[in-house]
Structure formats: C-alpha cells, structure tokens
T-cell receptor, first 116, second 116 residues
Framework: AQKVTQAQTEISVVEKEDVTLDCVYE???????LFWYKQPPSGELVFLIR??????QNEISGRYSWNFQKSTSSFNFTITASQVVDSAVYFC?????????????FGKGTKLTVNP | DGGITQSPKYLFRKEGQNVTLSCEQN?????MYWYRQDPGQGLRLIYY???????QKGDIAEGYSVSREKKESFPLTVTSAQKNPTAFYLC???????????????FGDGTRLSIL
C-alpha cells in the first residue's frame, strides 16, 4: 500500500529564514510520481511540482527547491528566504504511474506560518 | 479563464437530507475527482471518474454518490447515509495520462459542508 508521511504538523519561522518541509513515502511500485501542493487559507490547492521516480535531479524554482532521494524515500521541500505569503498548509502526495491508477495519496500536511 | 468551479462555497445540511455539491471544469480534462478534507488531515479520495459515464469508488465512498453525464461536470451527492458529513470538499480534474506520465490534478476552491 502507498503511504505518505509528513512528520512535521506545524512549523513557525520568522520572515527571511529558510525552512525545509519533510516528506517520506512508501510504495512497492518502481515507477511513481510525487507532488507538492500548497493550500493557502482560502482553501484551494495549488500545484507546485511533479517529479517522476526516474528523475532524481534536484529542482529549483525561484525560492523553492526540492530534494528527491530514492535511497531514503524522501522528497523534501525547501523555501529559501521565506515570506509571509508562504504561510499555508503544504501537502506532499504520491501516485502510481499506471493507466487507470492516477489516484493521489496525500500526506496529512504541514502547516507553515511565516511571521513578519 | 479556464478553471474548476465549485458551488456553493458553503452548504448546510439538515439531518436526513441529501445535498449535492457542484463541480464544473472548462479545462477539457478527462479525469475528475472528489476529495474530503477534515481538520488537520490530508485529503481522502471519495470518487473519481476517468471518462464520461464511468466512475470508481475511492477510499471513503460510503454515503456518497456521483454521476458523470458530461465531461465538464462531476456532481457529488452527500446522502443521509453519510453520518459525519461535516468537512471541506475539494473537486479536482486532470488530463489523461500521457503515456505513463501522470498529469497533475488541478483543484477548485472547495465547498464547506456543515450539519444544522
């Protein structure tokens, strides 16, 4: 069975600090996809990144970066120089890479509060 | 603008009443999904549909029903059999997988359902 664990329930930082959100996953599939979503207070989920299991290159997008390590089954998310607008709940999710199996399994989320 | 529209934003249900949550998308996506989110929890899949006139149960389908008569619409009915319906409901859609490449799901703004 697939499972996603986000051990950090809540994190609070001061603006301009760097912060890393952890994500550990379990799957028996050799091919799978990992995702990060942001849920601001307004409620909608905003897609941030998709990574397939064959691509272990780290990715950087502005202040956001992702570190995928298959050896530890982790897909961590770092925000550099955090800003108040980064305050949100962040979800890590996993899906199988088989047609007809696009269901997402979500972690319970990490609530990030960035204080001015 | 293309997107996913959920209505209403807030909904109240009386005991023994069925209520229907609307989800419409104009992204020309094939697949649509319904998730339930409880406080401090991740999203759990209720139902999903990959093509018109076909849908599958997710992890927590009991007490819910759906239909997919049109590509752009995937309404969710919360029946009186659902004993604990108070939650935040999110609808999502995605393109069909391209080869073995799962496409990201895009989400609506959600409907908050409460019991009167």
């Amino acid at each position: 069975a697939q499972k996603v664990t986000q051990a950090q329930t809540e994190i609070s930082v001061v603006e301009k600090e760097d912060v890393t959100l952890d994500c550990v996953y379990e799957t028996r599939d050799t091919t799978y996809y990992l995702f990060w979503y942001k849920q601001p207070p307004s409620g909608e989920l905003v897609f941030l990144i998709r990574r397939n299991s064959f691509d272990e290159q780290n990715e950087i997008s502005g202040r956001y970066s992702w570190n995928f390590q298959k050896s530890t089954s982790s897909f961590n998310f770092t925000i550099t120089a955090s800003q108040v607008v980064d305050s949100a709940v962040y979800f890590c999710a996993l899906s199988e890479a088989r047609r007809g199996s696009e269901k997402l399994v979500f972690g319970k989320g990490t609530k990030l509060t960035v204080n001015p | 603008d293309g997107g996913i529209t959920q209505s209403p934003k807030y909904l109240f249900r009386k005991e023994g009443q069925n209520v229907t949550l609307s989800c419409e998308q104009n992204l020309n996506h094939d697949a649509m999904y319904w998730y339930r989110q409880d406080p401090g929890q991740g999203l759990r899949l209720i139902y999903y549909s990959q093509i018109v006139n076909d849908f599958q149960k997710g992890d927590i389908a009991e007490g819910y029903s759906v239909s997919r008569e049109k590509k752009e619409s995937f309404p969710l009915t919360v029946t009186s059999a659902q004993k604990n319906p108070t939650a935040f409901y999110l609808c999502a859609s995605s393109l069909s997988p391209q080869g073995n490449s799962n496409q990201p799901q895009h989400f609506g703004d959600g409907t908050r359902l409460s019991i009167l």
